[in-house]
């Protein structure tokens, strides 16, 4: 079992920043890759970025290439999204799940609550 929580979101004006965290809690993390996905109202949830525990191996979808950073922390089981360059179109519920590391969220076992980030123009 693995328990996922986020936090760091909230409203920031287009170009700004903002730093999303997600703790993780489970005997059997290692086996996991993390995701960060997003949903805004109306849409489908869709693929943001994804990082690998065993090897820190990443990747983005191409819409936060080039702003975006995921990074994880083992000591603290801990995996950040850090978003710079915020536009109005980033606007979403941001979730953090742990699964097989696809872009696909079907593929993802565990997912937290999720956080709001509100970007405004």
């Known amino acids: 079992q693995v328990q996922l929580v986020e936090s760091g979101g909230g409203l920031v004006q287009a170009g700004g920043s903002l730093r999303l965290s997600c703790a993780a809690s489970?005997?059997?993390?290692?086996?996991?890759?993390m995701g960060w996905f997003r949903q805004a109202p109306g849409k489908e949830r869709e693929f943001v970025s994804a990082i690998r525990w065993s090897d820190g191996y990443r990747y983005y979808a191409d819409s936060v290439k080039g702003r975006f950073t995921i990074s994880r922390d083992h000591a603290k089981n801990t995996v950040y999204l850090q978003m710079n360059s915020l536009k109005p179109e980033d606007t979403a519920v941001y979730y953090c799940?742990?699964?097989?590391?696809?872009?696909?969220?079907?593929?993802?076992?565990?997912w937290g609550p999720g956080t709001q980030v509100t970007v405004s123009s």
């Open positions: 799940a742990a699964g097989d590391g696809t872009v696909v969220a079907g593929r993802y076992d565990y």
């Open positions: 489970g005997r059997t993390l290692s086996r996991y890759a």
